[in-house]
């Protein structure tokens, strides 16, 4: 096989790509149908039922879980979840296997005489509990590698993304690999910062650099550097950036030690970071970024809406279940966290903080971050 670029090369083919369509309708049942009928029983029967014996609804999530737990229903959404995921994993790999030689050969090829950089650590020690966690139950992991060359934890990644924009359908009007949600993030940026001109651009937790290209595609006189913890992920990204013709860096570093000068960033960015982290993690990122943000830089981060003050007790219920069941460790601990008291304490001005929700199509995000005041010490 032979392609001109990686994207041409993400093909999967007509058996491959019925397979992976039935999974993105799966999920969708299961994340869609199932659990707004889920949502219905409890008002109906669970509720109820709880409420006669205990004298009052369930209060939170916790009161709620036996409940839940011993409901067939509530069992049924469970393993058609559970089990969605392993065969997204399966059809997935599907393709990333029978690609990926030609893939990592690609990826070699662009990369020999580079317009950007790669910086990686082999000596980095992977913070806990993410070293010891398959994050989405992902195979092996986003740190799995056989050699200098392997690219199968991060090509893999990048192919469950695009089962799902196949399921929504967005992959019928876009080239594999676009960049939609930074976009997206770009957009919400250049809304609420319209003065921002960033030098230089860093991209915390970057995975495998999609989305770190619309920061370069929208600040193209910009520096643009994406940082993760994964070796796979930035190599990808580099390659990725690299096939694209943009003179992007990438660093395998710990978002809590970054290992740039102080004051050195512009912008700083994340997307679906900060639920993959740790309660003792967040906060150092956050003093981190403080730490790179010059004096009017800004620091935007994009992540799960969450939040259980405006969850349903079901859907708060079904959010545990993801934390005990399928790889997000961290998901209702973040949901759970004060971010705006946390950016405070990291040392951002209380009027500089944002904490908030951003709507795209039938859902949200939750955006949250901080600018560093102009003249700042």
Not at 26 to 52: C, D, I, M, W
Not at 265 to 285: G, K, M, Q, Y
């Amino acid at each position: 096989m032979h392609a001109t670029a990686l994207r041409e090369l993400y093909r999967p083919l007509h058996d491959e790509a019925a397979r992976q369509r039935f999974v993105g309708v799966l999920k969708g049942f299961a994340n869609g149908t199932l659990e707004q009928q889920l949502a219905a029983h409890y008002e109906s029967v669970l509720q109820p039922r709880f409420a006669r014996e205990q004298g009052h609804a369930p209060r939170d999530r916790d009161e709620a879980r036996a409940l839940f737990e011993s409901d067939p229903l509530f069992q049924l959404w469970g393993s058609m979840v559970y089990n969605s995921q392993d065969l997204m994993w399966q059809t997935v790999d599907e393709t990333c296997r029978r690609i990926e030689a030609d893939f990592e050969a690609r990826a070699r090829q662009v990369t020999a005489q580079p317009r950007g950089s790669l910086t990686l650590d082999p000596a980095l020690v992977i913070p806990k509990p993410i070293a010891d966690v398959e994050i989405h139950r992902q195979p092996g992991g986003y740190f799995a590698s056989a050699g200098p060359d392997d690219l199968h934890a991060a090509l893999i990644y990048f192919g469950t993304i695009e089962l799902y924009r196949s399921a929504k359908g967005l992959s019928a009007n876009a080239a594999v690999g676009e960049p939609g949600i930074g976009r997206f993030i770009v957009s919400v940026l250049k809304r609420r910062y319209p003065d921002l001109a960033p030098r230089r651009i860093l991209d915390l937790g970057c995975g495998p650099g999609i989305e770190t290209t619309a920061l370069q595609e929208a600040f193209p006189e910009a520096e643009v550097h994406g940082v993760d913890l994964s070796a796979p992920f930035v190599k990808f990204a580099h390659a990725w950036a690299e096939d694209r013709g943009a003179a992007m860096h990438f660093r395998q570093a710990d978002a809590q030690r970054t290992g740039y000068p102080d004051g050195h960033f512009d912008l700083i960015v994340s997307h679906i970071l900060f639920h993959e982290t740790w309660h003792d993690i967040a906060p150092r990122i956050f003093a981190e970024a403080r730490r790179l943000l010059a004096p009017g830089g800004v620091f935007l981060n994009a992540d799960v809406p969450y939040q259980p003050a405006r969850m349903s007790i079901p859907k708060q219920v079904t959010n545990d279940w993801q934390v005990r069941n399928n790889g997000e460790p961290f998901w209702t601990g973040f949901a759970d966290t004060d971010v705006a008291a946390k950016l405070r304490e990291a040392g951002f001005a209380a009027d500089e903080v944002v904490a908030t929700y951003e709507p795209l199509g039938a859902g949200q995000y939750y955006f949250f971050g901080g600018r560093r005041a102009r003249g700042a010490s």
